[in-house]
């Protein structure tokens, strides 16, 4: 169990940090996703931007080649 900074148990930390750990790692495929994921959006954020825009929501993307949907 982890414990705060004055030494008491904390049950909600531990509960986040072992959901966080038992995720399971990504296969190579949602990888090379996630990296074509992450220079779209940076392309997207800089267009916006120069054209006096900025994104707000969460934008949803889905995968043509797998049918992944990404949030």
Request: aromatic fraction near 8%.
């Amino acid at each position: 169990m982890l414990r705060n900074e004055e030494g008491y148990t904390d049950p909600v930390a531990d509960k986040v940090f072992s959901r966080v750990l038992k995720k399971p790692p990504l296969n190579e495929q949602d990888a090379k996703s996630l990296s074509r994921i992450k220079h779209l959006m940076s392309i997207v954020r800089f267009a916006a931007s120069e054209f006096g825009f900025d994104i707000e929501e969460r934008v949803i993307l889905r995968d043509k080649q797998t049918g992944k949907i990404w949030r």
